[in-house]
């Protein structure tokens, strides 16, 4: 279960707020890439986890933890960023006014409603919102906890880098000190966060021990003769580029990468004609059709 | 641009078809762990690739060219599957009878309708759909191509990771020796595309060229006391499992892991009162209101 | 603006309530080939009907409102089907007893919970819901309303179409003397609205005058070389099949069919290096990178 | 069934065109405060009612009706409103010329593409769309019916909530006289609206009667002793802020209200190795693994 | 920020698995009645409270914190539940076997896959998930926090209500005595929050002060004619039912309650023909057109 | 199986890249109207073809393969109109700067943040996605592929004509030749997919065979005497519009079209009181409830 403090993980303070700004940080609370959906990434994958120990589900609930704090740094932020957007359309107006802009000494207006998003006007009251910086809802399909230990890690590493990245490309796009301080911490987290789905990787043994993933399954059930071979499908056979993906050992040590063009194995698919009452045209049938008989 | 060969890549076969087998196949087409948001992913990733060269997007043009060919693949699984699916809860009914069922050796009668997705039997005129196995319809929004190339790598391995585990699955609850013998294959191919984009960060150097990800951004703008701690949140202090992620040096070889417990560093955050016109209460703003003043 | 009569547009009578009936006629009001849609779509294309006179706005104001007492029948068809399904899983489990069907004189058992819709049973109280018959919730962005009055109404013939198709396989699954009959109507207008909205485009000339779409377009502007030709795909160059998309003028006598072997006409795409600061790996921008400088 | 007039409930009015107001209607169309959504929940609500008699089904019926009439008023006012957009980026470039505006007598330039709505441009041809403010389309799962009588009322008068403070909200944000005027009708009938469906609870006893929702199960099967305690979750316990919902009868009369410091009562849960056959990692199993054995 | 305790605030036992059961469960976690809707819902209520004192935003962090453990036992709860789960179709039938039930003393075959959600054995490895028991994923548009503190209580008692009758439904389907308990514990504690919003309407005032919402509007600019007035749309003019909502003060005690049949106050709207180069057939446009002129 | 030449089908230029056509194109690439849509729709309509010979399979797979290069052609424009997008919101400032925009000769200012979607900025790394103009990730239930051959001949035209409407808009609102030229030939090809389509349905003998769709139900089981009746639903029962769809023999030959005013055939429908244990209010059962008994 789970207990509060009313104090912020990190400061956040915003000297001159934003309202584009603030729409960019949406999608750090409610993006593909963002904060809600790796809190509940690392929930789901500590509650449903099955292991001989309880290691990694203690630990992700650590991390899981953690970022609930991290939503609330940044709905914060995006509520302090709202603080002066205009209410009215003409409001609006004055402050595009290229005369008040100059007297702003050449600066962005940024009290202008063209850019915002709309639901932080009319749906939520100058504040933050469970969804991306083009308002499209949070969607939990993105929760990867697949009940695999190690392909859940690369999907926490997969999250944790598109969120550095974006994290930088808010960084590099803010202009308020307090906003570039607030995501140099939660950079370092993302640091930190990436390292540490890597290391549990490394702990069970590395490449060799994990992959293919599952590790559970027989690989001589599967066919072997393609399972190192990087396909080539270019229309006139010209090979694929070489690297490290068609020659040398695999990374698990199991196999020797090769490039191979693909062809045909199997046959063209033939369906047949469609079924008596199914709801095609007769032409699909081949005969007279009605409604289906038992 | 693009071209086809009216042959399957691999033989698709079913002889005892089962639509509750075709719903399940479902997940591997539409699912979120499926061939369309790998196909598509891979596309977009090539589409988008920035780089003083093409090596890249070329690698990343073959697979995805490839992914083509795994849906078509599934896409004739389910419905062969459905050959024999029933079209009147009458005919459901017949199936289920428990003295049919004895005569077909005690086996699960394969033709009930309670376990079938509706849109198989009501939409697609027994055919498959871009949708998983809840019918669910594919989202878009899982395409991963964030124009970082290592974290997009890392979101691949994620990919074919899961999608791996649901081909393994749906090997381990098949019981036609047809459906084991493609999954056979695309378990081959999962296994590959797992190394393959592993290859490419080793290519590049490893974790310690590319992490952490993005690799371009200053580490020394970021709050660097945290970027390799790994914070402790119970609330009584128990501290967080030892493991690789709380000693030894990060797997960039950048800093050292080290456990440290989570206390609030900024304040309790207080937004004050609501604005005039905001369409808040009036308690909220703490004086009368009326429409926006300009 | 709109008024009610408290009856239904046709009889709605169910003998034999049936909770997975009441589940597959969900697809009838909010699957993509449903009511909630067609309602909505004809009223959004009167709504927005920018035209010289008000003659097809009218017409589509009646169909809509039509259509609204078409969802009311269904969601009472659904409550009816749910009458008796049972509440509990002890309840569902005496009714799937081999020996109460048999009693029942080998009838499908009806009151499984297996098959049932899981949100009729939570959410709705046994009642019907704006969703699908796989409890996918309706999606506005189905109603097509395109500004243009042709493509209009081919979309429309195209909902009819899938619309009846439904609704003839709803009538085939269906067992209930009374939900045969109530189909057996809604079939009867489904065949009306896919004559209506092709005898629009009739009335306005036929395809000669209306195609290709929009007809505002002048075809100077297009590449009329490709205007009429099938191009064919096949990796081997082996022709398209011939029909009558390959060959005779086509079908608005502004050109020949032809079949065409595609080719080339384009370069292959090199977008070059990342850009300083947009967050990609330092790799692909070519040189050290930090946060954007203005 | 239903029938139309094709005459608006209420007089839509636009002098000045303005697209981007045209923008902001459209949550009370398709957002989630909108008028789609309270249609459909009285319709679904009124449809699916279950009672002794049918007083409510007829309420909601005339309520439900009289919504179809408000989404109609605001769609036209979305035509009107994009009567002047621009078609063009360049026609757009024109208007946002400061030396145009500056005729325009400091105006805001109103058809600047950059804060339309593109569906508006481009899927729509200036005409409204079941969608909101930010382009995201309906979604039926907001239609709220519960089969409860109680719970939906309680629905009904969140939804005319959110309602009302969006339509204050886009009457402070309006400049033309007709949108205002057409708001403050469409703000008072959600007065009443709110208004009406508390008037239900109160019809049938309050609060003493209706609560807790569903007031049909026994509540000496609840856990009774937490039924009327505010749980205080600081980590610190510092105790709850005190209010009425610390301290009283409760509003039903069934209990006292009392701050209670929360601590875990149940242990920590331990699930144990994933099965043989699930697709985990071989190290989560604890043992050699393979294909799901029968 | 946030703190956990590895124990949950309540226990969870499971003696019989149900996979059933755990499908109806994730309607409690990931539906539009279910704990992860509440818990987003408080916080970002908290987390945008404005107002000039901090007592609300306080109260809702304490049950949003709350709401966190009750997911997670729910999540656990659906773990247990699928411990038993069937891994293959073979598994199933062996299970689904007449003869094998009759050994289990005629109870309902918990194994059948036929009902389970598909989900929980291909995606998560017989874990929960973040959606509901359709498998449709949970949608952060949900959650509701419109800057208004008494429109977010009576969404929050919506909310409440929708989430007791939903675990009342559980409760009545449950059979598991570990699963019963816990849910009378949940009821519990849905009974207390749906008093404790409905407490702050009080505490500030009650209806008369805090009716209509919002509060802050001057209702002089509503047109107060049709605030309390029931609109009868019946087309014969049949008058509504009447009821508390037709005569007596109005709740706020601002004014009357009357009935009163709906008639057309506005004119029909004419939009006119379609301009030139917005994509419309040339007969919307009534002359020749062609692409835009600037 | 597919194949790929790294060339483009026709040739991608951008002289004056433009953010905000940038984001219009994304329409093109994952809208309702969009090249996505369109090539997943002929490839699941061609998997799933039933009938006795495989010519239209063929067919849809050769045009399906085509519009994977249409997407590429798309993605790569997206990407060339984002080349210079401002990576900061500084940057932004300084190209709206007014005396910026006059030495650009009083054209658009081409960098400005506001206009833009900010996935571009913040989640692609300046490249395309998914998804459409205003953001919306792609969503398959738009794949129309119903079985009937008919039916999706229909949908496919619908589908042409509003992506040529969608062309021909971009077209006009485009200002760069080289994507005025790439638009010429995408326009063209849709004119050609429009016919082809039509041609499939001549060729099987025209609307006298294909209608009503499907051609297999027996139409002596529809209430005829309403299957060529145009319903007038106005309140005061002015008759409908007279048009072509009043009057005449229908487009089938197979009956006389008419128009009829439409009047309650059915009953006004009772469901009754709620079920004991169904979750109701008690005031809706009729007497004292509790958990369900069995």
Redesign the interface.
């Given at each position: 279960?789970?207990?509060?403090?009313?104090?912020?993980?990190?400061?956040?303070k915003v000297t001159t707020p934003?309202p584009?700004?603030a729409?960019?940080l949406q999608?750090a609370i409610?993006?593909?890439?963002g904060e809600?959906r790796v809190c509940?990434q690392y929930?789901?994958q500590a509650?449903?986890?099955?292991?001989?120990n309880?290691?990694y589900r203690?630990?992700l609930?650590?991390?899981a933890?953690?970022e609930?704090?991290h939503?609330?740094?940044l709905?914060?932020a995006v509520?302090?960023n709202l603080e002066t957007a205009p209410?009215?359309?003409?409001?609006?107006?004055?402050a595009?006014?290229?005369v008040v802009?100059a007297v702003m000494g050449?600066?962005?207006p940024r009290h202008?409603?063209?850019?915002m998003?709309?639901?932080h006007?009319?749906?939520?009251?100058?504040?933050?919102?469970?969804?991306?910086?083009?308002?499209?809802?949070?969607?939990?399909?993105?929760?990867?906890?697949?009940?695999?230990?190690?392909?859940d890690m690369?999907?926490n590493?997969?999250a944790e880098?598109?969120g550095?990245?974006?994290a930088?490309?808010?960084?590099?796009?803010?202009?308020d000190p307090g906003m570039k301080d607030m995501l140099?911490?939660l950079?370092?987290?993302?640091?930190?966060h990436?390292?540490?789905w890597?290391?549990?990787i490394?702990?069970?043994g590395g490449?060799g021990e994990?992959?293919?993933?599952?590790?559970?399954?027989?690989?001589n059930?599967?066919?072997?003769?393609?399972?190192?071979?990087?396909?080539?499908?270019?229309?006139?056979g010209t090979p694929?580029?070489a690297?490290?993906?068609t020659q040398g050992p695999?990374?698990?040590g199991k196999g020797q990468?090769k490039p191979l063009q693909?062809e045909?194995?199997?046959?063209?698919?033939?369906?047949?004609?469609?079924?008596?009452?199914?709801?095609?045209?007769?032409?699909?049938?081949?005969k007279?059709?009605?409604?289906?008989v038992?």
């Open positions: 279960m789970y207990f509060h403090d009313k104090r912020l993980q990190y400061p956040v934003d584009l700004f729409r960019q999608q409610g993006g593909v890439e809600i509940l929930f789901f509650w449903g986890n099955r292991s001989p309880t290691k203690d630990m609930l650590h991390t933890t953690e609930i704090g939503i609330e740094m709905a914060t509520a302090l209410l009215s359309l003409q409001e609006s107006t004055a595009a006014n290229p802009n050449g600066e962005r202008v409603v063209e850019g998003l709309h639901k006007l009319l749906s939520t009251g100058l504040a933050a919102f469970p969804g991306n910086s083009d308002g499209v809802p949070f969607d939990g399909s993105h929760v990867y906890a697949s009940g695999n230990l190690a392909a690369f999907a590493v997969a880098s598109t550095r990245v974006l930088v490309r808010l960084y590099n796009a803010a202009h140099s911490f950079i370092a987290r993302d640091t930190m990436q390292q540490q890597l290391a549990v490394e702990e069970l490449y994990q992959l293919p993933i599952p590790n559970s399954f027989d690989q059930l599967e066919k072997k003769e393609f399972s190192y071979a990087f396909f080539g499908h270019d229309k006139d694929p580029p690297g490290r993906f695999s990374l698990d990468f693909s045909p194995l199997g046959e063209e698919p033939v369906l047949g004609p469609a079924r008596d009452g199914s709801g095609a045209q007769k032409e699909q049938i081949g007279p059709s009605g409604p289906a038992m």
